[in-house]
């Protein structure tokens, strides 16, 4: 069945340093990419999204792009703050509804 | 605009008791869906209901877990019996359509502990 598959975590960085979340999707057709923002204690907010090949999405720094070729949509942002720590999960839209992956714990250090 | 209504916020029962679940749309929104969260886990879709009919179930353990969603509008989910293993955040959400163009909208979820 289709799936996403995002890097494991937890990912801990020093503030203002570069961030890289990994996810992959399977390639049925061309779904919707989204990424989701888990802050403790609070549910789900859509982060980006991108919903054809080469599109970026971006929002709050964080970038992401839909790379056809190598079925990716990585996650991005140049300069972390305290304030990004977070679940983020990468998600796909297969026929009118979203298929997670696991979620990646983003912890980051002052 | 107001967002997806979900209660209880949190659940702690006993295995095999019965406990069920609400869910209030954002208005208009004729796609509803639940998803379970175990913990350390992605979101994993139980049950999808285009207006008041169902979509998608092939996920939902149908010999414990039920859902409705009457009139169209508000919907519950209830496990009975409950499981050890139904531990987890139940999350409710809604949308205008489907292909990225609208988004999805999540509540806060439920989350339920079974001891």
């Known amino acids: 069945g289709n799936s996403v598959t995002q890097m494991e975590g937890p990912v801990t960085l020093s503030e203002e340093a570069f961030l890289t979340i990994n996810c992959t999707y399977t390639?049925?057709?061309?779904?919707?990419l989204f990424w989701y923002v888990q802050y403790p204690g609070e549910g789900l907010q859509l982060l980006l999204k991108?919903?054809?090949?080469?599109d970026k999405g971006s929002n709050k720094g964080f970038e992401a792009t839909y790379r056809k070729e190598t079925t990716s949509f990585h996650l991005e942002k140049g300069s972390v703050q305290v304030s990004d720590s977070a679940v983020y999960f990468c998600?796909?839209?297969?026929?009118?509804?979203?298929?997670f992956g696991a979620g990646t714990i983003l912890r980051v250090k002052s | 605009e107001a967002g997806v209504a979900q209660s209880p916020r949190y659940k702690i029962i006993e295995k095999r008791q019965s406990v069920a679940f609400w869910c209030n749309p954002i208005?208009?929104?004729?796609?509803l869906y639940w998803y379970q969260q175990i913990l350390g886990q992605g979101p994993k879709l139980l049950i999808q209901?285009?207006?008041?009919?169902?979509?998608?179930d092939s996920q939902l353990p149908k010999d414990r877990f039920s859902a409705e969603r009457l009139k169209g509008v508000d919907s519950t989910l209830k496990i009975q019996p409950a499981k050890l293993e139904d531990s987890a955040v139940y999350l409710c959400?809604?949308?205008?359509?489907?292909?990225?163009?609208?988004?999805?909208?999540f509540g806060s979820g439920t989350r339920l502990t079974v001891v």
């Open positions: 959400a809604s949308s205008l359509g489907g292909q990225g163009i609208y988004g999805y909208t």
């Open positions: 390639a049925t057709g061309y779904p919707s």
């Open positions: 991108a919903t054809k090949a080469d």
């Open positions: 998600a796909a839209e297969y026929g009118n509804k979203l298929v």
């Open positions: 208005s208009g929104h004729a796609t």
């Open positions: 209901f285009q207006n008041n009919g169902v979509v998608d």
